[in-house]
């Protein structure tokens, strides 16, 4: 093990949706500790003004038009990222959405896009991540880091996301098959699921949500992007290097508050 086991020099991430919100915020905590990044998002504008912000940490910087829904895009966007970036370390499957639709107003098409994008989109992005470290394994170069993005509907019920909980559930059955698959090669997997945070998805720092989260979260607040940043610096750092298949909340304490 390294000196400092959370210096994440000489190791690259490759993130989706990270334009914004909280995959925004898992590549400005990686840079931050020394390693290099690879963002992925829908907007060349949003993706520019990311890099801007991200590069200013003094780490490479590459940005890539990707819609995690096109096969394809996502195959060939892991091609260039490997091309320029020499590796990949660490593979996050951050892009997502959600709606508020009660499940009996649900059709399949609304059902359907939510999978495609936040289930099938995923488990592209892992497998083609796990593709390389497997490959890195094959010639002598063990070890990496998929990490998938969870939420609190990984527990329990919440009105009108029924269809963003069932992506989200699939994706936490899938990173227990890759860890239980990928152990022997030194791949890990695991989910981080995130309390009520301040995104444009969830309305910002002035969401309707702000009072819910106050009164039922012991840290009386909404979580920011920065607040997960410490979790996904360790996972891909060699400090978690024997920690895998795990589903690790981060939430203010939302999840085990009675209230």
């Known amino acids: 093990m390294a000196n400092n086991p959370f210096d994440l020099n000489g190791k690259v991430a ?13 590549a400005n905590a990686i840079a931050e500790a020394g390693g290099d990044v690879v963002l992925w998002g829908r907007r060349a504008e949003r993706n520019a003004e990311a890099a801007t912000l991200v590069g200013e940490h003094g780490g490479r910087v590459l940005t890539d038009e990707i819609d995690v829904a096109d096969e394809a895009a996502q195959v060939r966007g892991f091609e260039h990222a490997i091309a320029e970036m020499g590796r990949l370390d660490c593979v996050i499957a951050n892009a997502g959405f959600a709606g508020l639709t009660p499940m009996i107003d649900l059709s399949t098409e609304e059902f359907g896009r939510h999978i495609a994008i936040s289930q099938v989109g995923s488990f592209v992005t892992l497998r083609e991540g796990a593709r390389h470290m497997v490959k890195r394994a094959e010639a002598g170069d063990s070890g990496g880091s998929l990490i998938a993005t969870g939420s609190l509907t990984n527990f329990m019920g919440t009105w009108g996301v029924g269809h963003y909980a069932a992506a989200k559930n699939a994706i936490a059955a899938m990173i227990r098959n890759f860890a239980v698959e990928l152990g022997a090669q030194g791949v890990r997997a695991n989910m981080v699921c995130a309390g009520l945070i301040a995104t444009d ?13 106050e009164q039922k979260t012991p840290i009386a607040r909404m979580g920011t992007p920065e607040d997960l940043g410490g979790i996904v610096v360790y996972l891909m ?17 939302r999840r085990i508050n009675g209230n």
Not at 14 to 26: D, F, P, R, V, W
Not at 201 to 213: E, F, H, N, Q, R
Not at 237 to 253: F, L, M
Request: aromatic residues 4%; hydrophobic residues 35%; negative net charge.
């Open 201 to 213: 998805m969830t309305g910002g720092p002035d969401s309707g949500l702000k009072p819910i989260a």
């Open 237 to 253: 750092s060699d400090a978690a290097r024997y920690h895998t298949g795990d589903i690790i909340t981060v939430d203010g304490g």
């Open 14 to 26: 490759l993130i989706t949706g990270a334009n914004s919100g909280i995959g925004l915020g898992y």
